[in-house]
């Protein structure tokens, strides 16, 4: 179930397009999973140690419900994801926030969603 669930998570972070972010809690929702932003986190987080065919997912794109960074993370640290959002255009304040009136990605339509949860 988890890992079948990891996949999903990877198949929505991967449609979020450069220069937006989204929540944790916002892909939990898009899979109908509304309480599973944790997991997100942790689907994410498992990315580092999994097959090299996921490491195109942009991680980075997903932040806390506040706009804020909040990844714990040895390997890929606040600092770092902050790095890669503003290689991507995203305005990132020295306390790691996020304006998500302007960099909030709408997510994706229902149609898109089904067709993951579906797979």
């Known amino acids: ?10 198949a929505v ?3 979020i397009p450069a220069g937006k ?3 944790y809690g916002r892909v939990a929702q898009m899979l109908g999973r509304p309480r599973a932003a944790r ?5 994410l987080s498992a990315l580092k140690d999994i097959a090299p065919t996921q490491r195109d ?3 980075q794109r997903v932040i806390n419900s506040q706009g804020r960074i909040s990844v714990v993370n040895r ?3 606040p600092n770092r994801q902050a790095e890669l959002l503003r290689a991507e ?3 990132v304040s020295d306390d790691l926030k996020i304006d998500l009136d302007q960099f ?5 339509h229902w149609v898109e969603i089904d067709d993951i949860i579906s797979t």
């Open 1 to 10: 179930m988890a890992s079948n669930f990891y996949e999903q998570v990877y």
């Open 39 to 43: 997991a997100v986190g942790y689907a």
């Open 13 to 15: 972070v991967r449609r």
């Open 75 to 77: 390997d890929n640290t």
């Open 104 to 108: 909030l990605w709408a997510g994706l």
């Open 21 to 23: 972010v989204t929540s």
């Open 89 to 91: 255009g995203v305005a």
């Open 57 to 59: 997912v942009p991680w």
